[in-house]
T-cell receptor
Framework: DGGITQSPKYLFRKEGQNVTLSCEQNLNHDAMYWYRQDPGQGLRLIYYSQIVNDFQKGDIAEGYSVSREKKESFPLTVTSAQKNPTAFYLC???????????FGPGTRLLVL | KQEVTQIPAALSVPEGENLVLNCSFTDSAIYNLQWFRQDPGKGLTSLLLIQSSQREQTSGRLNASLDKSSGRSTLYIAASQPGDSATYLCASLSGGYNKLIFGAGTRLAVHP
């Protein structure tokens, strides 16, 4: 089964804690993306990676960090510096940046 | 800076109606325009991608058009069904052609 997976489905963060969201794809895509979605709003780009070992900041990168050590994996860490982390986080991948993006099922992050 | 707007924000129609969802963008220098569907609490599913050199794309009961000169795209849904109920988002590939800019979406409800 080819696709893109995200885990966990729900994640709870305590004050001052860093948490990591997982994103894995077996589509052999070069490009991967992280988006944040707030209620009633469109998606906003956090980070993207066009190739292994390289990534770029998106529009709202402050308080987040990523790594791209393997082609199939692009984890996102929400650091304690992100003061309003409650949102729905979506990971996507594409063959390259010009092609259709395929999305995972999302992770909902809540603050305790 | 590219801005993408979708009108209306919400739409409720009886089953069987043909309907049109609108998407406008401020910068006509786009590489492509994409339409997605999102069910509540889920990730996005790609519906149609229109390259900047194309005028329209069709998939089943869906037809998307693109008019770069006026900065508009429309998604036409023929013979709507309750299963079409979802949020529909459009996105333009812009910003040096390496990131999608999303609209806030149109929430569609098709009632029997």
């Amino acid at each position: 089964d080819g696709g893109i997976t995200q885990s966990p489905k729900y994640l709870f963060r305590k004050e001052g804690q860093n948490v990591t969201l997982s994103c894995e794809q077996n589509l052999n895509h070069d490009a991967m993306y992280w988006y944040r979605q707030d209620p009633g709003q469109g998606l906003r780009l956090i980070y993207y990676s066009q190739i292994v070992n390289d990534f770029q900041k998106g529009d709202i990168a402050e308080g987040y960090s990523v790594s791209r050590e393997k082609k199939e994996s692009f984890p996102l860490t929400v650091t304690s510096a992100q003061k309003n982390p409650t949102a729905f986080y979506l990971c996507a991948s594409s063959l390259n940046y010009q092609e259709t993006q395929y999305f995972g099922p999302g992770t909902r992050l809540l603050v305790l | 800076k590219q801005e993408v707007t979708q009108i209306p924000a919400a739409l409720s129609v009886p089953e069987g109606e043909n309907l049109v969802l609108n998407c406008s963008f401020t910068d006509s220098a786009i590489y492509n325009l994409q339409w997605f569907r999102q069910d509540p609490g889920k990730g996005l599913t790609s519906l149609l991608l229109i390259q900047s050199s194309q005028r329209e794309q069709t998939s089943g009961r869906l037809n998307a058009s693109l008019d770069k000169s006026s900065g508009r795209s429309t998604l036409y849904i023929a013979a709507s069904q309750p299963g079409d109920s979802a949020t529909y988002l459009c996105a333009s590939l812009s910003g040096g052609y390496n990131k999608l800019i999303f609209g806030a979406g149109t929430r569609l409800a098709v009632h029997p």
